[in-house]
């Protein structure tokens, strides 16, 4: 007969869990691996440090804990294969976010939770401006910034709504022109999306000028004064 649990000391630490988990998933799920592997996935990327959090494949089949865990929730499979099986399907459920690269002749699967620190990481690897270079490093590969990027380091917080607004953005305007405008919005104090869309839109009715050559003194004046001026930091 299995010992009882000790139950949970008031020092132990505290893993935070989205709301999401207990909304929707925990009734979504129907597969005990894949609940296992969520909720071990929530709890180790919190256990990561600096930017770039994130599971590595190899990573996860060389966790103990984890792979005894799902080694008794099916225990027709190798734990191996039930690893692959949880992970198909919470990618496919959204939960995670899975990345394929390759780096000196070795594939390597990375996964990060679909929330808005994971969007960026996986639109960063993907992209190719960073990769893991090895067990607990990472490579930063000399690459421009992403207007995502851009975005969080001079304008604001990259919200959910902010991260859709740039994608319509980016449908329908060249990635130069966003960039501009974000750097329009930085020079003349007005860090907000709504302020950069109507550069944008402004744009591309009126045209652009030679801002290089100061030829933009009057456009500042309007953007300072009437409808802008709202966007404006005084």
Same mark, same amino acid.
């Given at each position: ?105 070795? =594939? ?13 990481? &996986?639109? !960063?690897?993907? +992209? /190719? #401006? %960073? ?73 591309? =009715? ?13 456009? &500042?004046? !309007?953007?300072? +004064? /009437? #409808? %802008? ?6």
């Amino acid at each position: 007969m299995t010992e009882p649990s000790a139950g949970f000391m008031i020092r132990d630490e505290v893993v935070a869990l989205p709301a999401a988990l207990f909304e929707s998933l925990l009734l979504e799920i129907d597969d005990l691996a894949e609940l296992k592997l969520t909720l071990f996935s929530l709890s180790a990327i919190q256990q990561k440090e600096g930017r770039y959090r994130y599971l590595r494949h190899d990573e996860l089949l060389a966790n103990k804990q984890l792979m005894l865990s799902l080694d008794s929730a099916d225990n027709a499979r190798s734990a191996s294969k039930t690893l692959d099986g949880a992970l198909e399907r919470a990618v496919r459920r959204g939960t995670l976010l899975e990345a394929v690269i390759h780096r000196q002749g070795v =594939q390597r699967r990375i996964y990060v939770l679909n929330d808005v620190d994971g969007q960026r990481i &996986h639109r !960063q690897l993907v +992209a /190719g #401006e %960073w990769i893991p270079a090895g067990e607990g490093e990472i490579e930063i590969l000399p690459a421009r910034p992403t207007l995502y990027g851009l975005y969080e380091d001079n304008i604001g917080v990259l919200t959910p709504m902010i991260v859709d607004a740039i994608r319509e953005a980016e449908a329908e305007f060249s990635n130069d022109w966003i960039e501009d405008a974000m750097r329009y919005a930085v020079e003349r104090n007005a860090r907000n999306w709504r302020y950069i869309r109507k550069v944008l839109d402004s744009w591309r =009715q009126e045209g652009r000028r030679d801002e290089k050559a100061g030829q933009d003194l009057e456009r &500042h004046k !309007q953007y300072t +004064a /009437g #409808e %802008w001026k709202d966007f404006i930091k005084s």
